[in-house]
């Protein structure tokens, strides 16, 4: 399908009116005054340039090196994390161990409240009881004795 518009007008150019100011003239003079000025300062922004770039680059360095130093020793860093750390598992491994005691004593109250042979057994050695026919021995406790003074002990 070919679609073609004839018959269009053709653009005309009309006269210049007299005290009618020529646009086109008045902008090519703007653009040589802003590229003369553009070429007076242009030294001066490539310094600015230059010294923003340089300070953006410290920036970052100096951001990057207080961030490391956060990280690894701040409040919340990785020291503090890993003497946190062995902390947790030190109180796991004496919470297991006292968890284990407790199960123990709960077995020997259990025993001794229900186990006959269990209540025997405690009562010969902590009451000293005996059966009939049966008799107990009890060994007198040890004396400490005390080491002698000396006289160079004193001095």
């Known amino acids: 399908m070919d679609i073609r ?24 003079h703007a653009d040589e005054v802003a590229e003369r000025a553009i070429r ?13 770039r340089r300070l953006a680059t410290i920036s970052v360095l100096a951001l990057t090196v ?5 990280v690894t020793f701040g409040a919340n860093g990785m020291m503090v994390y890993r003497a946190k750390r062995a902390e947790v ?14 199960d ?12 006959p042979k269990t209540i025997e057994k405690e009562a010969r050695e902590q009451l000293h009881y005996a059966r009939p026919g ?11 004795a005390e080491p002698s003074r000396t006289n160079s002990a004193q001095k």
């Not at 207080?66 to 956060?70: E, N, S, Y």
């Not at 123990?104 to 186990?115: E, G, V």
Request: proline content about 6%; glycine content about 6%; charged content about 25%.
């Open 89 to 102: 598992l030190n109180l796991q491994k004496e919470i297991d161990s006292l968890q284990k005691e407790n």
């Open 5 to 28: 518009i004839t018959g269009l007008p053709k653009i005309r150019v009309l006269p210049k009116r007299e005290g009618e100011v020529d646009h086109a003239a008045s902008l090519f």
């Open 104 to 115: 123990r004593y709960s077995k020997q109250i259990n025993d001794l409240k229900t186990d």
């Open 40 to 52: 007076k300062i242009r030294p001066g922004l490539i310094s600015i340039f230059g010294v923003q």
């Open 66 to 70: 207080w961030l490391f130093v956060h």
């Open 134 to 144: 049966e008799v107990v021995y009890v060994a007198p406790a040890p004396v400490n």
